[in-house]
Nanobody, 127 residues
Framework: QVQLQESGGGWTEPGGSLRLSCRSS????????VGWFRQVPGKDREGFSC????????WYSGSVKGRFTVSRDNAENTVYLEMKDLEPEDTATYFC????????????????????WGQGTPVTVST
């Protein structure tokens, strides 16, 4: 069973930066679309970034736009999420998800369309 694995979560102060990585157990991350999601206990899972196959084909929610950057490194078989200017409100468990169905790229960030998920990595932003 193919699984994704996130890494890079941890603690930082407000204004700090973290970089998350997402890798697949099958090696390649060349999926049609990869999404980033986050969830706080008791709240719905929030999709905030998508990267589709193809140069520059990214999307961000208003809550992270200008602060987060998603990218693919095909040589490293990794999708990265660079997060800067982190705020306490960014505290959550972060998940990456992927799918190869062409329809999913048009429905990102709706989490119901994604087939593959990681276990999540926690991010804490506090003083």
């Amino acid at each position: 069973q193919v699984q994704l694995q996130e890494s890079g979560g941890g603690w930082t102060e407000p204004g700090g930066s973290l970089r998350l990585s997402c890798r697949s157990s099958e090696g390649s991350m060349d999926y049609t679309v990869v999404g980033w999601f986050r969830q706080v206990p008791g709240k719905d899972r929030e999709g905030f970034s998508c990267i589709r196959r193809g140069e520059g084909n990214t999307w961000y929610s208003g809550s992270v736009k200008g602060r987060f950057t998603v990218s693919r490194d095909n040589a490293e078989n990794t999708v990265y999420l660079e997060m800067k200017d982190l705020e306490p409100e960014d505290t959550a468990t972060y998940f990456c998800a992927a799918d190869s169905n062409p329809l999913t790229q048009y429905n990102c960030p709706d989490y119901r369309y994604f087939r593959l998920w990681g276990q999540g990595t926690p991010v804490t932003v506090s003083t």
